[in-house]
């Protein structure tokens, strides 16, 4: 299983931003809708992000709607998460996934997606 590596994590102030990247090597990232899932301590993995193979389709849940970004460069191999206007309730561990499939409507269900990272750390304080 390939694995994918996530990077930017960190510590930052309420009403901060930051911006996660996620490196994908060894594949044809072009093929693959990509996604951002996070878990925070003692909750379930819930989704935060989905953009489709070619870019030209995003859906985000509604908890980061207007404050987050999802964003690819295929030439890159590399997958993006703007996170602007930071709140507490976004500390969490932040992984993204890689996913064949074509079909938009299971981009927000973890169960589509076949490649994981292991997770950046992300911590709000108040």
């Known amino acids: 299983q390939v694995q994918l590596v996530e990077s930017g994590g960190g510590l930052v102030q309420a009403g901060g931003s930051l911006r996660l990247s996620c490196a994908y090597p060894?594949?044809?990232?072009?093929?693959?809708?990509m996604g951002w899932f996070r878990q925070a301590p003692g909750k379930e993995r819930e989704f935060v992000a989905a953009?489709?193979?070619?870019?030209?389709?995003?859906t985000y849940d509604d908890s980061v709607k207007g404050r987050f970004s999802i964003s690819r460069d295929n030439a890159k191999n590399t997958l993006y998460l703007q996170m602007d206007r930071l709140k507490p309730e976004d500390t969490a561990v932040y992984s993204c996934?890689?996913?064949?499939?074509?079909?938009?409507?299971?981009?927000?269900?973890?169960?589509?997606?076949?490649?994981w990272g292991q997770g950046t750390q992300v911590t709000v304080s108040s």
């Open positions: 953009i489709s193979w070619g870019g030209g389709m995003t």
């Open positions: 060894g594949r044809m990232f072009g093929a693959y809708g």
């Open positions: 996934a890689a996913t064949p499939s074509r079909s938009w409507s299971s981009a927000a269900k973890a169960f589509a997606y076949s490649d």
